[in-house]
């Protein structure tokens, strides 16, 4: 079965920290380019950051620039997502989706899998 599991979320403070997992079974990620979604209650999905499988990355929002991090471990198989300086606005279920192609899209309805989602709640 294909599919992506993701871990790592939670509640944090303001200003707190936490890594994503996004974990691949069923096939290799490499070859595609892995994105990190998010969507908070009453709002529409939007992109948060992509990697491609060179490891080249890209963030699509700006208010996450210089906070968030993408990364891959080919080796594990496995997409992270470090989140440091964390906002009340950060607030929402986090998805990770693959794609098998050469470069990032921010269209969620391009990708082929998704993660089940992680809930990051972010309050004093």
């Known amino acids: 079965q294909l599919q992506l599991v993701e871990s790592g979320g939670g509640l944090v403070q303001p200003g707190g920290s936490l890594r994503l997992s996004c974990a691949a079974s069923?096939?290799?990620?490499?070859?595609?380019?892995i994105s990190w979604f998010r969507q908070a209650p009453g709002k529409e999905r939007e992109g948060v950051s992509c990697?491609?499988?060179?490891?080249?990355?890209?963030t699509y929002e700006d208010s996450v620039k210089g906070r968030f991090t993408i990364s891959r471990d080919n080796a594990k198989n496995t997409v992270f997502l470090q989140m440091n300086n964390l906002k009340p606005e950060d607030t929402a279920v986090y998805y990770c989706?693959?794609?098998?192609?050469?470069?990032?899209?921010?269209?969620?309805?391009?990708?082929?899998?998704w993660g089940q989602g992680a809930q990051v709640t972010v309050s004093s």
């Open positions: 989706a693959a794609k098998r192609a050469f470069l990032c899209t921010v269209v969620p309805g391009r990708y082929d899998y």
């Open positions: 990697i491609r499988s060179s490891g080249t990355n890209l």
């Open positions: 069923g096939f290799t990620l490499d070859g595609y380019v």
